[in-house]
């Protein structure tokens, strides 16, 4: 099964080669042949998450995030779980408490190396982050979780007014073409 991640990495490089530097690291990575769907392994491991988009895709949800106090997707470790979309549709319900959510397609959206500070007893380590696109109805109410500081709809044509992150701002820019 931890074939599938990379094949599916193959594809999503071919497609979004600007991105050439995160394709040789994860090249780096694949060949120390670690497994890397369990937190335990550091300093990389698989996480996913979810790009939610209402269905008109002009608006995305956005979590605040306890630990790194900022605004991000939804999204969490594999441990153990191979099929990332799963995990990211998961994280999305757990962290939002919508109903109406929709997995758009199994391929790879977005893809970033995500560097994550030490926390408590937690050594500092990166996030290898798979990105899927999810639907939802932008009327329903949020349940928000113990792990959020709460979330919000923003508007992706405005997002870049609030938002800095680099990843954010690129999926923003891909959701729109």
Excluded: C
């Excluded at 996480?47 to 605004?71: E, G, P, R, Y």
């Amino acid at each position: 099964m931890e074939l599938e991640i990379f094949k599916s990495l193959d594809n999503y490089f071919q497609v979004n080669q600007q991105q050439d530097q995160l394709e040789k690291t994860i090249n780096e990575i694949r060949i120390k042949g670690i497994s890397l769907f369990d937190r335990v392994n550091h300093p990389y491991h698989f996480t996913a998450s979810a790009w939610i988009v209402d269905k008109a895709k002009q608006n995305t949800l956005l979590i605040f995030h306890k630990k790194l106090q900022m605004w991000i997707q939804p999204g969490g470790h594999a441990d153990g779980e191979t099929d990332l979309s799963n995990v990211a549709y998961k994280e999305a319900v757990e962290e939002t408490g919508l109903k109406s959510l929709r997995l758009v397609s199994n391929e790879i959206f977005d893809f970033d190396i995500t560097p994550i500070p030490a926390h408590k007893d937690t050594a500092a380590h990166s996030h290898l982050d798979a990105r899927f696109v999810i639907e939802a109805d932008i009327n329903e109410q949020i349940i928000e979780s113990d792990e959020t500081a709460g979330a919000k709809w923003f508007s992706i044509e405005t997002i870049s007014d609030i938002i800095n992150d680099e990843g954010i701002l690129r999926m923003a820019k891909k959701i729109t073409q």
